[in-house]
């Protein structure tokens, strides 16, 4: 089975090395690497030997490049990954058994741990209203890790070792079945960042396509290495959860719906930023 992987660099070329050495000690040479660089305003390295370098003349956004990526890429499973994400040994010999052994697996997402060897909560649930409380990092995730809430929004977290059935996987490391991405279609290029992995995966659920968390595939992610503006940050990802929202939520009567759901990430992105400009001045 060919994999192609799909980079895409934003000012952060030594995590885009770091990046593209893992996948070659990981699956060789057989494994096809294309970064595609959003600009940033850096000059590119000298790249390995066959990996493929595409430009943009200006950041197009996150899914925008990855299509890009994918339309030139050639294997029958593509691996988007984040610069500042790596993978283990051993990952894409157990990813071509996964594949291999499921026809209808569309969408994996491997066992993802932070720098200190902690857990991501990469793999999850549908997106609810719940999911404003109980998001990856929310500070009653952080209390309660063990509560029924956040075990029902995050179902890795009852046994990580063992796969499972879930809704969405983290786009920061995640493996497609190219004749998934020919039935469903692209990322969402108007998702210009965050959100672009729920609404695939959801895309690929509605055609039958099975989502599913493996954790004998190993990912290691520092988290943020390429968002270096935080307040665009959230003001990007609350902006693309509300499009996640227009796009498959229910919107009520007279849009009620859409305007709560408005107010409600208003509120949670204020207070973020509040609390980073807090931590910051500490």
Not at 69 to 74: K, L, N, P
Not at 80 to 106: T, Y
């Amino acid at each position: 089975m060919r994999f192609s992987a799909v980079i895409v660099n934003y000012a952060s070329w030594p995590l885009t090395l770091r990046c593209i050495r893992s996948l070659r000690e990981a699956g060789g040479e057989e494994v096809e690497v294309i970064v595609v660089d959003n600009g940033g305003g850096e000059s590119p390295p000298g790249l390995p030997p066959g990996v493929r370098l595409l430009r943009n003349a200006r950041n197009e956004g996150f899914a925008r490049a990855c299509n890009r990526g994918i339309a030139a890429s050639r294997g029958e499973v593509v691996l988007l990954i984040n610069p500042d994400a790596r993978v283990l040994p051993g990952f894409f010999e157990r990813a071509a058994r996964l594949f291999a052994a499921d026809p209808r697996l569309g969408i994996a997402g491997p066992r993802i741990t932070g720098e200190d060897g902690e857990l991501q909560l990469s793999a999850r649930r549908e997106i609810s209203l719940a999911s404003g409380l109980v998001g990856r990092t929310s500070l009653l995730t952080r209390l309660l890790p063990e509560s029924r809430l956040v075990r029902e929004e995050f179902p890795a977290t009852a046994d990580p070792s063992r796969p499972a059935k879930v809704d969405w996987v983290s786009g920061a490391c995640m493996l497609v079945r190219r004749r998934t991405l020919e039935e469903v279609g692209p990322l969402d290029e108007r998702f210009f960042m965050y959100f672009e992995d729920a609404d695939l995966c959801r895309r690929a659920r509605q055609r039958g396509w099975r989502v599913r968390y493996e954790p004998a595939l190993e990912a290691v992610h520092g988290a943020g290495g390429s968002s270096h503006d935080r307040p665009r940050a959230v003001w990007l990802l609350h902006k693309s959860a509300f499009l996640y929202h227009r796009k498959h939520g229910p919107h009520g009567p007279f849009g009620l719906c859409d305007l709560l759901v408005l107010a409600g990430l208003a509120a949670r992105a204020l207070a973020k930023l509040v609390a980073g400009w807090g931590r910051r001045a500490g």
